[in-house]
Structure formats: structure tokens, C-alpha cells
């Protein structure tokens, strides 16, 4: 049976300082926590990669996808964003309005899924 892979894109809250100059380590966050119940549960099937980037909005995400997700051909991806798209409008005027948002979450998706047809989304909002 071949291994299956996971990626979690978003923000800090994906991120939850997990140390990128160790690819597969997963921070402290949700992803640690959801990788360890999946890798108990199904031994040897699954492995799991954080790509969440503190302080990162859609827009910045979508900047990484073919790095952070394309590259690692997942066969499921979560998305957990969109706090950054409205705080950074609060701190320096620099968020992202919600039908720009909305586009961009939708270009990560669609883009995804051209080239990744079989790819299992798991849409989650903060």
C-alpha cells in the first residue's frame, strides 16, 4: 500500500512554530495533535507535513502553493486561513478584502486541483 501524504497550509495557527529547516517536524500546534491520532490509527499509511507560515494571509499562501504544496503531491489538503487577511488591514492597512479573498481561496483550490485531480480538501475556518 503506498503511503499517503497530508499537507496543512495556512497561518500561525497551522504553524505553531514548527521549525523549517526541519521539513518534517510539525510544530506544537493542531497538526501535531491531528498527525498523531492518524499516524496511531492507521500505522505506516499516512504521513503528515506542516506548511502553515506565521503571519501569512491568502494572498501569501498562495504565493507558496506550488513549494509547499504542489511539490508534495498531497492526497489530502487542509487550509486553515484568513485571521491574518483581516488583522493586517487593522495593524498597517495591508489585509485582504473579503471578495479578494474569496478569489484567491478559489484560485487555491482550482489551481490544486488541476494539477492534483484526486486531491481530498478539508476546509477549515478560524
Not at 521539513?23 to 493542531?30: A, H, I, V
Not at 499516524?39 to 491568502?58: A, E, H, M
Request: hydrophobic fraction near 35%; include cysteine; proline fraction near 5%.
Amino acid at each position: 500500500m503506498k503511503m499517503k501524504t497530508i499537507v496543512f497550509q495556512g497561518d500561525s495557527i497551522t504553524d505553531a512554530t514548527y521549525p523549517r529547516q526541519y521539513p518534517t517536524e510539525l510544530g506544537n500546534g493542531y497538526v501535531t495533535m491531528t498527525s498523531g491520532r492518524i499516524t496511531l490509527d492507521y500505522p505506516g499509511q499516512y504521513r503528515c507535513f506542516n506548511r502553515g507560515v506565521s503571519g501569512n494571509r491568502s494572498v501569501d499562501m498562495y504565493a507558496r502553493i506550488k513549494k509547499d504544496v504542489l511539490n508534495l503531491k498531497p492526497d489530502i489538503l487542509t487550509v486553515l486561513i484568513g485571521v491574518n487577511d483581516v488583522w493586517h488591514e487593522f495593524g498597517n492597512g495591508n489585509g485582504v478584502e473579503a471578495d479578494r479573498f474569496e478569489k484567491v481561496y478559489r484560485m487555491v483550490i482550482e489551481d490544486t486541483l488541476a494539477k492534483l485531480p484526486n486531491v481530498k480538501f478539508i476546509l477549515m475556518e478560524p
